[in-house]
């Protein structure tokens, strides 16, 4: 049972090359042997860090959770910041903003990371039931900023705001599915243009004016976001 | 290795219910008792048609992949067959059909089913690299139908028709994530709604009048959405 100090960097290592290989691939796959030939460990490293394989990956996977957790938790309440201020260009260079690193963490990865942790998180019931709570919250969030900028006249009719935020981040999560070779017409840029742009009625005709310091989304035309894909193709 | 007759309707009632159980929940928590339990068979039944509970879920599997494709398959197709006959009334509807199916076959289950089903098939490298193509090539297809209604004047910019068409697939998958609380207002037929809004322009500028039979997406404002959304609530 001699486990070394827990604040100890190898064994924060350890725990990052785990939360890699979790992301990567099925726990079966997975063993010491493996963990410690990608960590450049030997065996006996391991073994003085953690009991066992298994409480290693039990406290990768928790890590991976709370990652995930306080990445959202960061994004919602930058929003709240800007709301708070009153600022209507701040608000929708941190929406975009936010979006933008939201969609990029979603396909970071070509071997559904995200979803993978998804699925772990759901798989263990008491984690899944906090979850699903902390993500419920979060959303709650997420549609009452959307409600607030609206009454502010800052973006589209309340109940078209809310259905652009579920499927931002529905999409977000979702995207795993899309074609490998359309990919760069997803950037991350042009999805949060695409999505700020019906969000604030720029293709709509209740445009509601974005300022002038985000130019791409203040084209009243739906080819705003061709010349977004355009410039990320190059 | 006695298996009995393949195409008996025994088999498929048990490989069906192997189906559902492999939706609900991880492979290491299913054995051939629950199976059988929640089949309504003896095990003496389950080994008279299967040599192993590996084999069985391997073929379980399988079909729910096939269903999976075929699904996606059948909705493709749909939206050719209507756009080959030149009438738009019938493809806006068509559109909208197959994007509430879709909907409602990625909501259609608390437990992540679509899901489980997609990281299955994709921890199976051979099922991967094949279901990866095929997706792609449906994709293709996707993008092909969009593009053409665009030339006939029946949708938006081709951009944002292909923006949407693959905005609309990824949070169709990525629903999953979405509040518990909220589902209400996710229902099939509200985001079928929002989304042929988007690709008809009944948002925008340049709206392309979609016919009379579709009235929901007629109106030229957001607040159709939150009409159909009122309407699931009832």
Redesign the interface.
Known sequence: MAEGNPNSKTRQHILDVAKILLSE??KDALSVAVLCERAHIAPSTFYYYFTSFADCLAEADRQRYEDLVGAFEERIAAIERALDRGDPQLFYATVREQMTAAWSAGRADAR?SL??T??NI??NKSQAARF?SQ??AQ??RW?AAAELAHRRGWT?????G??VV??F??????????????RR??APT??AT?FME?LT?A????SSGEPESEPEVQR????A??TA?AGEES
Chains 1, 2 share one sequence.
Do not use: C, H, K
């Not at 999409?171 to 359309?182: E, N, Y």
């Not at 293709?203 to 209740?206: D, K, Q």
């Not at 009243?220 to 080819?223: D, L, R």
């Open positions: 691939t099925n559904y979803i993978r998804f699925i759901f798989d699903r993500l419920d959303f709650d549609l589209v009719d309340g109940a078209t809310e259905m579920l499927m981040w529905a999409a977000s999560v979702g995207q795993f599915i899309l074609p490998v070779a359309t017409t997803m042009a999805v695409f019906i009625g293709v709509g005709p209740e009243a035309t739906p080819s976001v061709a894909r």
